[in-house]
């Protein structure tokens, strides 16, 4: 039961980071990239590629996936440049999916369907319980430290050119803000800590393979971020904790709900899903941690 | 000086909405362009603002040419454009949408912000609520306070009183006086011409993309002819 509970708080810990890497390019740019759970699978090959195939060291393996993420992020930024909303998130929802059928077709770079296995961890796997503790810790670390950075970033003044950008980008680019660097650069940094969180999936389960990488992933975490707050880092993260734990406390509903096959069970949590997003939104409208605008200095 | 020579665009690679358009406006000197609905006023503003591409002609500043730029380029020149609408930043504060502005002296946007809040008091009161409760009137003092922060040379505005009642349209009119003559150039387009040409310099005309008359605002505004035809009153 420990290392289920403890398995259970590192997968939230690598939720909670792709749900952090909406902040900078959702909440606070307002660009909607439904593709996340492509930079997820970039980074997880990149890291996976890199310390199988070379033999890398672990952390080289986590440098790769962010450079991987953050070059990948900005090829689609380019490409996308003059797509907005509606037509931003098909585009990204589309290259999620190239992601996931070029891993499965190119089998001479990723094995294809069969996946790669064996992929080396950060921490021994013959310690039991001790693995899963050292790797949910590190996980948690490197959360927080990705919260404190983009929480920082989004209270300078370039935190603040992304939310005008959101805003309104044409009077953004009339008032002298370069809108397709700040773009580009929100898009990098959500692209490198969303393919980290992947490199850090990938190391723990030691295993990825193109199936792990489903949509239904991508649209969780937006879940988690819309009911958590998807413009402040610590609602992204409380967001994501929430939904990986009401996902699994949910897996017992048919021993509470009696005369439901587990089939009618795995509906069951999905409607209960989106039943409390739907509440969140009604009474915490911009979620749990709603939007702080910064404290205006004196005037004189 | 602003110098805007045979410019000609519109909105799409073959559409030729301005056709031709040249005027100058100097330092301290506000002009006014009026004419009929879909002559291309607003077009020829966001053709010298660089937000749409010119198919030729050029626009100067003074003996900068500004015509391969684009609008982050030309407001860091020094001209700097406010649209008719959707001009400021409605989820951010009123201290937010200023420090947009100031981006030439990050260093000087507290000092900047100072004099914009002497000018505009009421912006001074409301600095830390967000722009987007503010009324009609008010969005417009902060779209023009925003512009003011970066020291414009040039000041490009898009009917600035458009939608707005007759009191808060005249206080704009007014701080856009202020503004000239502190030494700003004003290239204003206006569909409240006779209160428009009342407290600028010069006005021009353009019908069908072109310029079909230019004089002095106030010869202007008694001129039968443009008082017929554009200003609603009799010859």
Redesign the interface.
Known sequence: MATYIVFILAIAAVYALLAQSLVLVWGQSGMVNLGLVGFFAIGAYASALVTTDLAAPVVIGLVCALVAGALVGLAVTLSTLRLRDDYLAIVTLGFAEVVRIVASNEIWLTNGTDGIAGIPSLFDRSGGLWFHVKFAVAATLVCLLAGILISRLSRS?WG??L??I???Q??????????VRYKAEAFMIGSAIAALAGALYGSYISYIAPDLFQPLITIYVFLAATAGGNSRAIGATIGAYLLVAWLEASRFLGEIVPGVSAVQVAALREITVGLALVLVLRFAPGGLFR?K?????H?? | MLTVEGLVGGYGAADEVVKGVGLTVAPGEILTVIGPNGAGKSTALKLVSGLLRCKAGSVRLGESDLSSLDPQGRAREGLVFVPQERNVFGALTIAENLDIGAYLEPARSHERARDVYARFPLLAERRGKAAGALSGGQRQTLAMAIALMASPRVLLLDEPTAALAPKPAAEIFKAIRGLADEGIAILMVEQNALAALAMSDRALVMVDGRVAMDGEAQAMRQDPEVRRAFLGGRA
Not at chain 1, 170 to 179: E, S
Not at chain 1, 293 to 297: L, S
Request: aromatic share 0%.
């Open positions: 003044p603040r050119v939310r005008a959101r805003d309104d044409v009077v953004a680019a009339v008032a002298g803000k370069r809108v939007e605008n910064e404290k205006a200095p005037a004189n």
